[in-house]
């Protein structure tokens, strides 16, 4: 084999590899990343919370009508409702029917995900209380939605003027996996705005967003 044909081998095999290796970890490559959808450390569900129980978005994401950044929310704002609930409804009869018929004491049923969030925060099932000694590693969300550096974008310009979230994000409340609805390109930001300021967006009527380019870009 001559040094050219090895050198072409060796750099399909890096490609190749690269890739293999980014589908592996939800590496989320350049350019558009409509319907990116990684895995999270919690498979966290934004249908049941924000959708079934619908809990408002800014109750876990404080920062979305006072800072550029919507925020994760912290495992605290989590444990606000989990340090109670501890598995679905459906477990907890369960186990109900269980300690009843083998005439046992109840058992606090905790789910696999729960687990997770109970073990970075350092909660202990058993005693119902944080332990300190059993603190574990912190969660680590995998960002979904995310510009360029060089976009400057604030959700507090949007969420004050009765953008809903789903104009960018979709009907997040249906999700059981987060992905990317939108292209989020400077095309669909343009047209959205052109849209709102002619009366084109039913919901966003009399508002008069600009597209000036040192809006996004300054």
Request: charged share 20%; aromatic share 6%.
């Amino acid at each position: 084999m001559t040094e050219r044909n090895i050198t072409i081998v060796l750099l399909i095999a890096l490609v190749t590899g690269t890739i293999i290796y980014a589908s592996s970890v939800d590496l989320n490559l350049p350019g558009n990343n409509q319907g990116y959808a990684p895995e999270q450390p919690i498979a966290f569900s934004h249908r049941l919370h924000s959708g079934n129980l619908q809990i408002d978005c800014q109750y876990c994401h404080t920062g979305a009508d006072k800072s550029r950044h919507a925020g994760i929310p912290p495992a605290s704002v989590c444990m606000n409702c989990h340090r109670f609930v501890t598995s679905s409804w459906d477990d907890v009869k369960i186990e109900e029917q269980k300690a009843q018929e083998e005439n046992r004491d109840l058992k606090i049923p905790v789910s696999e995900e729960l687990a997770k969030l109970y073990t970075a925060v350092g909660f202990d099932t058993e005693k119902m209380q944080y332990d300190p000694d059993k603190i574990g590693k912190p969660l680590e969300w995998v960002r979904v939605h995310s510009l360029p550096a060089y976009v400057y974008f604030d959700h507090r310009r949007h969420v004050n003027s009765d953008v809903a979230c789903q104009q960018c994000h979709g009907p997040i409340e249906t999700m059981e996996k987060v992905s990317q609805e939108s292209s989020l390109s400077m095309g669909w930001c343009v047209n959205c705005h052109r849209d709102a300021k002619n009366g084109i967006l039913a919901d966003l009527k009399g508002k008069n967003p600009s597209t000036n380019c040192t809006v996004c870009h300054y």
